[in-house]
């Protein structure tokens, strides 16, 4: 069945700690997408990255990166250098690929992370 | 700024009340979704529109109605709601998806309704 796991509820860092938050799925797909969305405390879920089953290439983004990993079906995101700023709630979603109505948008419990001053 | 307004941001209401929240989009998408969120659950798809017409009802019970009159506006129209109807009630909005509730398109959401059934 598909899955989304993220098995960090919570986090808590002092800023300028780097953090990671894990994402581990679960599909019978060769063909899916993989989400990061940030939630903060305004509530409005942003979106940060989308990455397709087929590039395995880890991604930079400022002080954000992604580390797409197919052997472990995992999707880990870190923060370098984290600020109050990054304090939210992320979350991590499956989209599978193929067409028509089977298809869902799976998504992870979240992981709340607090960046301490 | 997403470009997603929900209103209003806040809604107490009584079992016995009908009310509507209301959505509207300025990012010219076609695509638009209502999300359930709740403590210690994954979101939950309620209802997805492609150009005005439903194309996904998740088993959401009848007393909540979704209304699209046009691709820029989505509400969701409230009646004899139970306490359990609790939660952040978030809208989304993207291109438009080829069916059903998933999507490969990155979504906008707006900042939800927090809505408490009393």
């Known amino acids: 069945a598909q899955k989304v796991t993220q098995a960090q509820t919570e986090i808590s860092v002092v800023e300028k700690e780097d953090v990671t938050l894990d994402c581990v799925y679960e599909t019978r797909d060769t063909t899916y997408y993989l989400f990061w969305y940030k939630q903060p405390p305004s509530g409005e879920l942003v979106f940060l990255i989308r990455r397709n089953s087929f590039d395995e290439q880890n991604e930079i983004s400022g002080r954000y990166s992604w580390n797409f990993q197919k052997s472990t079906s995992s999707f880990n995101f870190t923060i370098t250098a984290s600020q109050v700023v990054d304090s939210a709630v992320y979350f991590c979603?499956?989209?599978?690929?193929?067409?028509?109505?089977?298809?869902?948008?799976?998504w992870g419990l979240g992981t709340s992370l607090a960046v301490n001053p | 700024e997403t470009g997603v307004t929900q209103t209003p941001r806040h809604l107490v209401m009584g079992m016995t009340n009908k009310k509507s929240l209301k959505c509207e989009q300025h990012?010219?998408?076609?695509?638009m979704y209502w999300y359930k969120q709740s403590a210690k659950k994954p979101l939950e798809l309620m209802f997805v529109?492609?150009?005005?017409?439903?194309?996904e009802n998740n088993s959401v019970p009848s007393r909540f109605s979704p209304e699209c009159p046009n691709s820029s506006h989505l509400f969701l129209h409230l009646h004899t709601l139970q306490p359990e109807d609790s939660a952040l009630y978030l809208c989304?909005?993207?291109?438009?998806?080829?069916?059903?509730?998933?999507?490969?398109?990155?979504?906008?959401f707006g900042s939800g309704t927090q809505l408490s059934v009393l």
């Open positions: 990012l010219g998408h076609n695509a």
């Open positions: 979603a499956l989209s599978e690929g193929g067409a028509g109505n089977n298809r869902k948008l799976i």
């Open positions: 529109y492609n150009f005005k017409e439903q194309t």
């Open positions: 989304a909005s993207s291109r438009p998806t080829t069916g059903g509730g998933a999507t490969n398109e990155k979504l906008f």
